[in-house]
């Protein structure tokens, strides 16, 4: 199972990105898919989650009403939209693939999660 994520960037305060994670090797519908981010020094933490079926996001406060994550099963890919960038959002995100029996379940908890990405570098100068 491998994890491709991407379109992470330097861009400024109030700007935005399109991160992608395409899935291979997996049977991308049995796999409820998140997003986490680790800063510098700090802990990973959860950022959004989407379930098998698409019928259920979850999403961190910090991100909320900022953030959307999707899915594309047809490509086996998560996106997480960024809006409205803060400092605070530069880390490390990470996408993940949870094996569930759920089509609802979007955790958020990352030990509960199966595969990881190796991570795409947002940075937000201000």
């Known amino acids: 199972v491998q994890l491709q994520a991407s379109g992470g960037g330097l861009v400024q305060v109030g700007g935005s990105l399109r991160l992608s994670c395409a899935a291979s090797g997996v049977q991308f519908t049995r796999y409820a898919m998140g997003w986490f981010r680790q800063a510098p020094g700090k802990e990973r933490e959860f950022v959004a989650a989407i379930s098998r079926s698409e019928r259920t996001t979850s999403y961190a406060d910090s991100v909320k009403d900022r953030f959307t994550i999707s899915r594309d099963n047809a490509k086996k890919t998560v996106y997480l939209q960024l809006n409205n960038l803060t400092p605070e959002d530069t880390a490390n995100y990470y996408c993940?693939?949870?094996?569930?029996?759920?089509?609802?379940?979007?955790?958020?908890?990352?030990?509960?999660?199966?595969?990881w990405g190796q991570g795409t570098l947002v940075t937000v100068s201000s």
């Open positions: 993940a693939a949870k094996s569930t029996i759920l089509s609802v379940d979007a955790g958020t908890t990352p030990t509960d999660y199966d595969y």
